[in-house]
C-alpha cells in the first residue's frame, strides 16, 4: 500500500451550543510514503489541531483515519490502545526540540527504544546511525545545552526516526531557526522522506520552505485543499 495517511470526511468540533466551534469539517485527503507534504493556515484555523488527530492525540468528532493499511478511526478509536500506536507507527517533531536536559544526546535518542524493549546495545547503534546521518556523530555524549539550536533539532529528527516510524509529522520544525538552518532540517525531512520511505507532513508558516516540498495541504474554509507548489494563495 503506497498511501501512509488516509482521511475521509475528517470532522472535529469543539465545545456545544453557543459555545460551538468548528474547526475541520469534512477533510479529505492521502499522503504516500517518500512523500514530503507541507501542511499551511492561518493561526488558529486547524493545523496542529489536525496534525495531533492523524497522531492520535486528538480525538475526531466524526470521519475516517487509516494509517499503513490499518483503520485506526471510524467515527470512534478502533484501536484499544492509542499511545501503543503513536509509539510503533508515527514520529513526532515539534517546534522546540523538547530534548530532557539532563540527558546527554544520546540518551534523549534511545529512551523510547529502550522503553519499547529494545536492548540498550541496539538502541545505541541504531542512535549512531542516525547521527551520523545528521552529521552530529561527535556530540553523542554532549548534553542538550552544549548544542546550538539547529543542532538540537536535529537531535529532535533522530529521536523521532529512532523507532522506524512509518510517519513523521512535524509541528513548525523551523520556526526557532534561521532560515538557513530552516532549510538545512527542510532538506533533511526530504532526505528522509524519500531514503527511509516515511510519510511526512510538516506545517509551517514560512513560504520559502514551500518549494522544498513535494504538495501543499492547505486548510481554507474549514477543508483541506490541495494547492500547487507555485501558487500557494
Not at 475541520?24 to 496542529?48: D, M, R, Y
Not at 510517519?167 to 538557513?180: G, S
Request: with cysteine; net charge positive.
Amino acid at each position: 500500500m503506497d498511501n501512509s495517511i488516509k482521511v475521509e470526511n475528517l470532522v472535529k468540533i469543539f465545545g456545544k451550543g453557543e459555545t460551538k466551534v468548528e474547526v475541520i469539517n469534512g477533510a479529505n485527503f492521502e499522503v504516500k510514503k517518500g512523500e514530503l507534504v507541507a501542511l499551511i493556515a492561518p493561526s488558529g484555523a486547524g493545523k496542529t489541531t489536525l496534525l495531533m488527530m492523524i497522531g492520535c492525540v486528538e480525538t475526531p468528532t466524526s470521519g475516517k483515519i487509516y494509517l499503513g493499511d490499518e483503520k485506526v478511526y471510524d467515527n470512534k478509536w478502533l484501536i484499544k490502545d492509542t499511545t501503543k500506536i503513536r509509539r510503533d507507527k508515527i514520529g513526532f517533531i515539534f517546534q522546540a526540540p523538547n530534548l530532557v536536559p539532563f540527558l546527554n544526546v544520546i540518551e534523549n535518542v534511545t529512551l523510547l527504544s529502550v522503553t519499547k524493549g529494545i536492548s540498550k546495545e541496539n538502541a545505541n547503534k541504531k542512535a549512531m546511525e542516525l547521527f551520523t546521518y545528521f552529521d552530529i556523530a561527535e556530540k553523542a555524549n554532549f548534553m542538550p545545552s552544549e548544542l546550538s539550536g539547529g543542532q538540537q533539532q536535529r537531535v529532535a529528527i533522530a529521536r523521532a526516526l529512532a523507532t522506524e516510524p512509518e510517519i513523521i509529522l512535524a509541528d513548525e520544525p523551523t520556526a526557532a531557526l534561521d532560515k538557513t538552518r530552516s532549510i538545512d532540517v527542510v532538506k533533511m525531512l526530504k532526505k528522509i522522506a524519500v531514503e527511509q520511505n516515511v510519510a511526512v507532513i510538516m506545517v509551517t508558516h514560512d513560504e520559502d520552505m514551500l518549494p522544498l516540498c513535494d504538495r501543499i495541504l492547505q486548510i481554507k474554509d474549514k477543508k483541506v485543499i490541495n494547492k500547487k507548489i507555485d501558487k500557494i494563495i
